[in-house]
């Protein structure tokens, strides 16, 4: 079956959408450029009384593929290896069971949902050979594995007891958190570079010094010239730096004192002086520059709704397990587990 195909079939199953993904936390900056090469610088809502849980690790994805179903008379296979069959029904399975951000990574990447169909297909032919060797039949084998379905069933459970309602945050709350978090939503004030980057000798070596120290003045002479290329100098012969030197967008608080501070006093598509750090020298272009902006409540709505939910989430599981726990205090053999915990050094 064709890859084509295969993008076609997900796509008349409905797999291929739009899916809401997961934003960074509020302590974090809401918008961010990434970092430039050798550039870079090394409210909690009220709780409902409800029982809520106590704080458990996230589920992680599916490692095997979901248990084969009996085949429906007109269900649609997705893929298909051996006697192995991926239906519609196992991928939707499949995808239901990832976490929003692979979700929406899928959701974008037609080529990765591709790809995880052949992983399920792959852990299909494993599943039949262990199953012919009777492999999951040896008892260390079925001993992980009653622990593992046991771990599976406490964290559904848990996930189940410990799901805020479809209606919280209201409107009310959302607006409390944004006002007491707006802060972090700050998006700093950022800068369109280009730069020329030529790196630093190893100390005590004269003959590269010089040779750096000629690049250095090279550099400076062409750019000097009337009707410089910036671009086209950052290429050149013994300078060839990616995409002509093109940094993008770069956020103030992402470049060293040492280069903020020129480019903070250069015009727009001027050029700096050589700037020498410990790892070299750098000329930069400014090209551009983004005033810094608080982002409004509608652009991080969707990054609150699911930070609160989260939150609350959390609060409910380790309220549910304190109250489980207060109503069937554990009682624990103190003198036994001490002699158990000691007897590997006897």
């Keep these: 079956m064709s890859n084509l195909h295969i993008v076609k079939s997900l796509r008349s199953i409905g797999l291929v959408a739009a899916v809401t993904v997961l ?9 961010s450029a990434a970092p430039a090469p050798r550039m870079a610088q090394a409210a909690k809502p009220k709780s409902q009384p409800q029982p809520a849980a106590a704080q458990a690790a996230a589920t992680p994805a599916p490692a095997t593929a979901p248990a084969p179903a009996p085949a429906k008379a007109n269900e649609e296979i997705i893929g298909r ?6 239906s519609a029904d196992d991928l939707r399975s499949y995808v239901a069971a990832l976490g929003a951000r692979e979700q929406a990574a899928l959701a974008k990447d037609p080529a990765a949902l591709s790809q995880a169909v052949r992983l399920l297909l792959a852990n299909r032919l494993v599943l039949q050979e262990l199953q012919a060797k009777k492999w999951d039949q040896q008892p260390a084998i079925t001993a992980q594995l009653a ?11 848990l996930q189940s007891v410990s799901t805020p309602p479809a209606s919280f945050p209201s409107d009310d709350d959302l607006q409390k958190v944004y006002d007491a978090y707006r802060a972090s939503f700050l998006v700093p004030r950022q800068f369109q570079l280009a730069q020329i980057f030529i790196a630093a000798p190893k100390e005590g070596d004269k003959a590269a010094e010089d040779k750096a120290r000629q690049q250095l003045d090279d550099v400076q002479r062409k750019l000097k010239a009337p009707g410089a ?13 990616k995409d002509g030197g093109d940094l993008g967008w770069v956020p103030e608080t992402q470049l060293r004192p040492e280069i903020r501070s020129q480019v903070m006093g250069l015009a727009k598509n001027t050029v700096s002086e050589p700037i020498k750090l410990d790892d070299g020298w750098h000329i930069v272009k400014l090209i551009d520059t983004r005033a810094s902006y608080t982002r409004t409540l509608p652009e991080v709505r969707d990054q609150l709704v699911q930070q609160i939910r989260a939150e609350r989430s959390q609060m409910m599981r380790r309220a549910y397990l ?8 554990p009682v624990l053999n103190e003198l036994a587990l001490s002699s158990l915990l000691d007897a590997p050094k006897k």
């Design 23 to 31: 934003v960074a936390p509020f302590d974090a900056p809401a918008q």
């Design 81 to 86: 290896v051996g006697d192995a069959n991926i």
């Design 147 to 157: 622990r593992a379905r046991e771990a599976a069933l406490v964290e559904l459970y």
């Design 229 to 241: 290329d910036f671009t086209a100098v950052a290429g050149g012969d013994g300078n060839a730096a």
């Design 322 to 329: 304190a109250e489980l726990l207060k109503q069937h205090p």
